[in-house]
Nanobody, 123 residues
Framework: VQLQASGGGLVPAGGSLRLSCVVSGRTFSNFHMGWFRQAPGKGREFVAAVQWSGGFPTYADSVKGRFTISRDNAKNTVYLQMNRLEPADTAVYFC?????????????????WGQGTQVTVSS
C-alpha cells in the first residue's frame, strides 16, 4: 500500500488548507484512514480518523470544530479540511491507513504510513 499526501504549505493564522492523501496498491475502501502530525521537537500526535465507510469521524480535541476528515472511495482519496488554522497547527502531517480497526489508528499503530506534508501557519 502506498500513501501519497499533498496539499501542505504556508498559510497565515486564521486561514485554511485542504490536505489530500491518495492510496494505491490495495482496495482503498477496505481501509480505515487517518491523519497524524508531528511538530518540531515533539512526538507524533493523532489528528483525525474515519472508518472505511466514511462513518464515525473522530478528532483530537485540539482540532475539533476546525478540521474535517472525509474520504472519496471512488477516488481512493482521504481529505483533511483545516480551517481557522493556528500557529500551533504547524507540523508535518502524515496520512495513515489500517485494514483492521480505527482503534489501531487512534493508538498510533496503524499498519501503513505515508510520507508527510509540511503545514506552516504564520502568526
Amino acid at each position: 500500500v502506498q500513501l501519497q499526501a499533498s496539499g501542505g504549505g504556508l498559510v497565515p493564522a486564521g486561514g485554511s488548507l485542504r490536505l489530500s492523501c491518495v492510496v494505491s496498491g490495495r482496495t482503498f475502501s477496505n481501509f480505515h484512514m487517518g491523519w497524524f502530525r508531528q511538530a518540531p521537537g515533539k512526538g507524533r500526535e493523532f489528528v483525525a480518523a474515519v472508518q472505511w465507510s466514511g462513518g464515525f469521524p473522530t478528532y483530537a480535541d485540539s482540532v475539533k470544530g476546525r478540521f474535517t476528515i472525509s474520504r472519496d472511495n471512488a477516488k481512493n482519496t482521504v481529505y483533511l479540511q483545516m480551517n481557522r488554522l493556528e500557529p500551533a497547527d504547524t507540523a508535518v502531517y502524515f496520512c495513515v491507513a489500517d485494514r483492521e480497526t480505527v482503534g489501531k489508528i487512534l493508538r498510533g499503530v496503524a499498519g501503513y504510513w505515508g510520507q508527510g506534508t509540511q503545514v506552516t501557519v504564520s502568526s
